[in-house]
């Protein structure tokens, strides 16, 4: 069997202020196949986006190591985490995150253009814009376009990189019922196509049923319940 895309050892993280400690993560253990959808269920508050921006390197551990298609992300340099970033983990958040003052073909081209690899293996913006039904839409900002097709567009940046890893925080956490659906379903569809790894961390039991591994976190402690 070939090893696994993530792999989470011993991960603790403590928040500290002044004499307080905050423990939001007690000695997490986990790993994830390539191309399996994981879920991360809890409360507000309970860890869920701590343990997704330790995987992708944007925070570091108190304790513990995060190893992601081999690389030890945990022991690599700030700047060696950005590039790694870069190249191989698409993000898509709740409230998209889109530049205002860019278009959204230039919104999807910002990923190209942070290094020479990712322009020479991306996708075509215009291409995947045609994949989620936006293609009309290229040369819009995003204030003239709904909730849902923001985060459309946000499915597309995260994907035009091509990367291994795909991290959503509360992608539908904006969005009414109907809309997070069909986000959902392009979103699903879009990575499972691809054999693309997922791991989303959310409050909604809509997803559970599309998912191939759930996470629970309570009380700082990772918990699979299927």
Known sequence: MAPPLIEVRGLTKVYREGDLEHVVLRGVDASIRRGQFAVLLGRSGSGKSTLLNLISGIDVPTAGEVIVDGTPVTT??????????????GFI???????????????????????????????????????????????????????????????????????????????????????????????DRLTREAGRTMVMATHSREVIGRADRIFAIDRGRLIETW
Request: proline share 6%; net charge negative.
């Open 76 to 89: 690599l340099s700030e700047r060696d985490r950005t590039l790694f970033r870069r190249r191989h983990i």
């Open 93 to 187: 958040f709740q409230f998209f995150n889109l530049i205002p003052t860019l278009t959204v073909e230039e919104n999807l081209r910002l990923p190209l253009e942070l290094n020479a690899d990712v322009r020479r293996n991306g996708r075509a913006p215009r291409d995947l814009l045609e994949l989620v039904g936006l293609a009309d839409r290229a040369g819009s900002f995003p204030d003239r376009l709904s909730g849902g097709e923001q985060q459309r567009v946000a499915i597309v940046r995260a994907l035009v990189h091509d990367p291994l890893l795909i991290l959503a925080d509360e992608p539908t956490g904006n969005l009414d019922l109907e809309t997070g659906r069909q986000v959902l379903d392009l979103l």
